[in-house]
């Protein structure tokens, strides 16, 4: 156990901290967000107060990003030029957000809304992954059946390439990704993910990853790893204001790094071991935990947090989410290595998983 | 020095470096170190400055120390990381091929041209 002088009178298992910052650092390693999702209510479970919660939880992501960016580096995963212009345009964007969710607050805006919102953009999010990721793996099986091999990644919107088209100078040519687009298409993709990141309060994976590959028609494993570098500039600057509110507690988020190193090795690595819609599914996966997460709120809100069943609720959401997520990870990269020994992945799985 | 043997010293020296980390973390915390950063925080610019920097600092070398750490165990295990093929067999091919076509049409060119010149100079 250990005591935090910054918080008298929590103490928490050093190893259950290790194990969190473990399965935080598979589940954002893998599908390329910074699990404030997961991370942030757990920590309130612990006894941690919702700020102290939310800012060492930010501190840590930022030294976890970092771990996990350096190996999807390796894997060829991270457009830098690209990840650079979202990163601060999201930062602009997210402060944005924030100062004008005050702005209406001193207003009189109700909490309510703003947690039906932040619920509605999650399921539609989640819903229009989901239904275009159906869409690609079904484009990909008849690929197969026609005699063509599988492509690593496919996408079904046409979206991408009518942002493309917009050729606004200056024009940037993004070699890793492919793409060549408008400055400022990705600055203003970059800047409006940020501003409803910092205005709902939502982590800016949820919503940046599928712009990446909606919005700019980036391949979905290149989405994972400019992300997390985009997150490394998003959290270290969200570390700077919490720490400035006392809202970090730095040894916590020390010791869930250790976990996070492990955990973001085997998200990360397990990347190269399936196609573009495997990750899109699992991104739906948690964006679905996170609507729940959102509804619990919403619900608890509406009933002046006066329902203890509620309560139980958001704990079996947060640690079911974290279980499931972890699971189907380990799941699918198992699966890619069996696969992999046999020489074919299953049908079901072929749109899923690499099996050469 | 073999590649593997490599990684086992670089792997060495940054778990030291992490140990060291580890050391000065742990020391801070328990002679209150920590709790006088955190508390100082608003006290002047300087003070604000030292506290939040410290944190970003921290987990900057922290993540920078265990990545790389990472990197050099699966090397010396073996673990052999390959830059992934996203775009494969979808656009490579046809755009090598269209190269290649490219490439042979201007080599034919230049041969034309080479061929003429040496049919005009004998009546210079």
């Known amino acids: 156990?250990?005591?935090?002088?910054?918080?008298?009178?929590?103490?928490?298992?050093?190893?259950?901290?290790?194990?969190?910052?473990?399965?935080?650092?598979?589940?954002?390693?893998?599908?390329?967000?910074?699990?404030?999702?997961?991370?942030?209510?757990?920590?309130?479970?612990?006894?941690?107060?919702?700020?102290?919660?939310?800012?060492?939880?930010?501190?840590?992501?930022?030294?976890?990003?970092?771990?996990?960016?350096?190996?999807?580096?390796?894997?060829?995963?991270?457009?830098?030029?690209?990840?650079?212009?979202?990163?601060?345009?999201?930062?602009?964007?997210?402060?944005?957000?924030?100062?004008?969710?005050?702005?209406?607050?001193?207003?009189?805006?109700?909490?309510?809304?703003?947690?039906?919102?932040?619920?509605?953009?999650?399921?539609?999010?989640?819903?229009?992954?989901?239904?275009?990721?159906?869409?690609?793996?079904?484009?990909?099986n008849e690929l197969k059946a026609a005699g063509k091999a599988i492509p690593r990644d496919e996408t079904t919107s046409g979206l991408a390439k009518k942002l493309q088209s917009i050729t606004m100078w200056p024009m940037i040519w993004l070699p890793t990704s492919?793409?060549?687009?408008?400055?400022?298409?990705?600055?203003?993709?970059?800047?409006?993910?940020?501003?409803?990141?910092?205005?709902?309060?939502?982590?800016?994976?949820?919503?940046?990853?599928?712009?990446?590959?909606?919005?700019?028609?980036?391949?979905?494993?290149?989405?994972?790893?400019?992300?997390?570098?985009?997150?490394?500039?998003?959290?270290?600057?969200?570390?700077?204001?919490?720490?400035?509110?006392?809202?970090?507690?730095?040894?916590?988020?020390?010791?869930?790094?250790?976990?996070?190193?492990?955990?973001?090795?085997?998200?990360?690595?397990?990347?190269a071991y399936v196609r573009g819609p495997a990750i899109r599914l699992l991104l739906v996966v948690a964006v679905t935990f996170g609507a729940a997460s959102a509804a619990v709120k919403l619900a608890d809100v509406l009933t002046n947090e006066s329902l203890v069943v509620l309560d139980i609720a958001s704990k079996i959401i947060m640690f079911g989410g974290m279980a499931t997520l972890v699971s189907l990870i380990m799941g699918l990269v198992g699966l890619a290595l069996l696969s992999r020994r046999r020489g074919a992945a299953p049908s079901w799985a072929e749109a899923l998983v690499v099996a050469s | 020095m073999g590649k593997r043997t490599k990684a086992a010293i670089q792997a060495a020296i940054l778990a030291a470096l992490m140990g060291l980390l580890a050391w000065h973390t742990i020391s801070w915390h328990i002679d209150g170190t920590h709790k006088e950063l955190f508390d100082a925080i608003g006290n002047s610019t300087w003070d604000t400055a030292k506290g939040v920097f410290y944190n970003l600092g921290l987990m900057a070398a922290t993540g920078v120390l265990l990545g790389m750490f990472s990197e050099k165990i699966t090397d010396l295990f073996g673990y052999e990381v390959k830059k992934i093929d996203h775009f494969g067999d979808q656009e490579e091919t046809p755009?090598?091929?269209?190269?290649?076509?490219?490439?042979?049409?201007?080599?034919?060119?230049?041969a034309a041209e080479r061929a003429e010149e040496q049919v005009v100079e004998p009546v210079r």
């Not at chain 1, 350096?70 to 990840?83: E, I, Y």
């Not at chain 1, 990705?186 to 800016?204: D, K, N």
Request: hydrophobic share 55%.
């Open chain 1, 1 to 140: 156990m250990i005591a935090f002088p910054e918080i008298p009178g929590v103490e928490i298992p050093i190893l259950l901290l290790v194990f969190m910052g473990f399965t935080v650092g598979i589940v954002g390693g893998f599908i390329g967000v910074g699990g404030g999702f997961l991370v942030t209510p757990a920590l309130i479970v612990l006894g941690f107060p919702a700020n102290f919660a939310v800012g060492t939880d930010t501190t840590h992501i930022a030294g976890k990003s970092i771990i996990a960016t350096l190996r999807h580096s390796q894997l060829g995963n991270v457009d830098l030029k690209l990840g650079l212009i979202m990163a601060i345009s999201a930062v602009a964007g997210a402060e944005g957000g924030v100062r004008f969710i005050d702005w209406l607050e001193a207003r009189g805006l109700d909490e309510k809304v703003v947690l039906a919102a932040s619920l509605i953009l999650m399921t539609a999010i989640g819903f229009l992954t989901f239904r275009e990721t159906m869409a690609a793996r079904k484009r990909m």
């Open chain 1, 178 to 271: 492919r793409v060549s687009v408008s400055f400022w298409t990705v600055s203003v993709i970059g800047g409006f993910t940020g501003f409803l990141s910092g205005f709902f309060g939502v982590g800016g994976g949820f919503i940046r990853v599928p712009a990446m590959i909606y919005l700019l028609g980036m391949p979905s494993l290149i989405a994972v790893g400019t992300d997390l570098f985009s997150i490394i500039v998003s959290s270290g600057y969200a570390t700077v204001r919490h720490g400035m509110s006392h809202n970090v507690v730095v040894l916590a988020a020390f010791i869930m790094i250790f976990g996070a190193a492990i955990g973001a090795q085997i998200g990360a690595l397990g990347t």
């Open chain 2, 95 to 110: 755009a090598v091929a269209d190269l290649t076509a490219r490439r042979e049409a201007a080599l034919a060119e230049q």
